[in-house]
């Protein structure tokens, strides 16, 4: 099955710094990537996504890197703010759109946590 | 648009006593749902995908018998955790995919279930 690692599990910056966070998975065949932000006691609300077709994404202060040959992906997100703090999860879902699939479930990293300081 | 609704958020009951979770899709239909556990600063744990109509398929290591799962329309999935013990305290959080396309999970507020 697959099997996602994510890195590091805890992140402190400055406010206005940037943060990345990475991710690599194990199974070539995954082929849509999501982020969640997860605040305290609440839940998982995604943030950004992207598909194997396309190697970057972007949403505003948040980005999405993809590189299917090293199979690693990573979260970036400028400007930082302490509204930002959270713990951030990358998942990985080998079977999107294709037949005879994993049924869409994903395989999520350990998460990060993110502390912005203002 | 896309919102999941999770009841009930908090459930303090005493051993042996089965409790039961709703998750439902208010304003799409999902043919499938998620069900995870997530334990204090830990990620978050597959237990089974519930599919609309049919049984619903567990991960390795999750006691079918334990925590019934019932996906009986394309709005509603329920999880019932059956004679419940302290063990089984933790936050219970259900997702659900949009019925068409290549959709995304969306999250329920979770359930924090606590057996005393």
């Known amino acids: 099955g697959e099997n996602v690692e994510q890195h590091p599990s805890t992140l402190s910056v400055q406010e206005g710094d940037s943060a990345v966070i990475k991710c690599t998975y194990s199974d070539s065949a995954s082929n849509y990537f999501p982020w969640y932000k997860q605040e305290l006691g609440k839940r998982p609300q995604l943030i950004i996504d992207i598909r194997s077709n396309v190697g970057e994404k972007k949403d505003q202060r948040i980005a999405v890197t993809l590189n299917k040959t090293a199979k690693h992906f990573s979260l970036h997100i400028t400007e930082t703010q302490p509204e930002d703090s959270a713990v951030y999860f990358c998942a990985a879902n080998p079977g999107l759109g294709n037949s005879g699939g994993s049924n869409y479930k994903l395989t999520f990293g350990k998460g990060t946590l993110l502390t912005v300081n203002p | ?116």
């Open chain 2, 1 to 116: 648009g896309a919102v999941v609704s999770q009841h009930p958020s908090w459930v303090i009951c005493k051993s042996g006593t089965s409790v039961k979770i709703e998750c439902r899709s208010l304003d799409f239909q999902a043919t499938t749902m998620f069900w995870y556990r997530q334990f204090p600063k830990q990620s978050l744990m597959l237990m089974a995908t519930s599919n609309e109509g049919s049984k619903a398929t567990y991960e390795q290591g999750v006691e079918k018998d334990k925590f019934l799962i019932n996906h009986a329309s394309l709005t509603l999935s329920t999880l019932t955790v059956t004679s419940a013990h302290p063990e089984d305290s933790s936050f219970y959080i259900c997702s659900a995919r949009v019925y068409t396309g290549n959709q995304p999970q969306h999250f329920g507020d979770g359930t924090r279930l606590s057996i005393l």
